[in-house]
Nanobody
Framework: QVQLVESGGGLVQPGGSLRLSCAVSGTTFSINAMGWYRQVPGNERDLVARITSGGSTKYADSVKGRFTISRDNAKNTVYLQMNSLKPEDTAVYYC???????????????WGQGTQVTVSS
């Protein structure tokens, strides 16, 4: 059973940093793109950053220059380094992994359970 386990969320002051991690387990098949999304109550889940298996990245405009996404393919883990955090970064952060499903012969998006990030003084 595929599982995505996130860690690293918490409370931080404005201007501070946090590093989120998301480890994928339960599969030996290819993982395509991996990413981070965030959601605040009443809003849709929005893309924060995404990284392909080859290392190409994409960021939301609001986090460019402050957040960095990376991955360790050997560990099936994706990271999000968040610097210069702002109160508007407060949200539940979810990781996503696009993983091959042999029963359907296609790639499928799996999601983590979410981790709370709160930026407040």
């Amino acid at each position: 059973q595929v599982q995505l386990v996130e860690s690293g969320g918490g409370l931080v002051q404005p201007g501070g940093s946090l590093r989120l991690s998301c480890a994928v387990s339960g599969t030996t098949f290819s993982i395509n793109a991996m990413g981070w999304y965030r959601q605040v109550p009443g809003n849709e889940r929005d893309l924060v950053a995404r990284i392909t298996s080859g290392g190409s990245t994409k960021y939301a405009d609001s986090v460019k220059g402050r957040f960095t996404i990376s991955r360790d393919n050997a560990k099936n883990t994706v990271y999000l380094q968040m610097n210069s955090l702002k109160p508007e970064d407060t949200a539940v952060y979810y990781c996503d992994a696009n993983i091959f499903r042999p029963d359907r012969m296609t790639f499928y998006d799996y999601w983590g359970q979410g981790t709370q990030v709160t930026v407040s003084s």
